[in-house]
């Protein structure tokens, strides 16, 4: 092991030769700044429990009601409106209360929660209405009805179109 050793002391005498404090500092920075753009990319994906086909979804695919997210969703879809599936088009503002269901994805096998929040301020959008009653009980189950203004809660409550969020993997 001594030819190691030697080995180490060579390339240790070297860059000290060659290089001043200084740069090897910038060299380490900028590796270290580097890394926490590269490392996270890897992993979140896969463990935030989300699924991913959002991105690859069609346009045709998010306009329709048959997409498996809309499973309880009541309202016109928001990327028919300006917005997207789980944004809120310009000019509009989210409800902070929801209405949720549970969606079977088929791409991956598995149950999401799905949090529907309507998006308010602007007269009704009228393009792509959903009203889907997967599990929805009648009106005078109130918290199991999804025919409702969730705008209610918001300084202007005209209700424009509906996103539906993934919360997360549904526990069975
Ligand atoms: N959640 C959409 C909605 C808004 C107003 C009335 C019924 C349903």
């Given amino acids: 092991m001594r030819w ?3 080995l180490g002391e060579n390339v240790a ?11 090897v500092l910038c060299t ?8 926490a753009f590269v490392m996270p990319v890897l992993p979140v994906a896969r463990a935030s429990g989300k699924p991913s086909d959002l991105e690859t979804a069609s346009d045709e695919a998010l306009t329709s009601c ?10 016109f879809l928001c990327s028919c409106c300006g917005g997207t599936a789980t944004t ?14 549970t969606c079977h994805n088929p791409n991956d096998g598995k149950d999401y929660l799905v949090s529907y929040h309507d998006c ?3 007269t009704a959008c009228n393009r792509c209405l959903c009203s889907a009653q997967t599990r929805e009980r009648p009106g005078y189950e109130f918290f199991l009805h999804n025919d409702v203004n969730w705008c209610m809660a918001n300084e ?3 209700f424009h179109c509906t996103t539906s969020v993934v919360v997360g993997l549904a526990k069975n």
């Fill in 88 to 101: 809120c088009p310009p000019g509009t503002t989210p409800s902070p209360i929801s209405w949720v269901g």
């Fill in 13 to 23: 005498r070297k860059v000290a030769h060659t290089s001043s404090r200084r740069s």
């Fill in 66 to 75: 048959d997409y498996w997210r809309y499973c309880a969703v009541d309202g």
């Fill in 28 to 35: 380490l920075g900028k590796a270290m700044v580097a890394s």
């Fill in 156 to 158: 202007n409550s005209t």
């Fill in 120 to 122: 308010c301020g602007k």
């Fill in 4 to 6: 190691l050793d030697k």
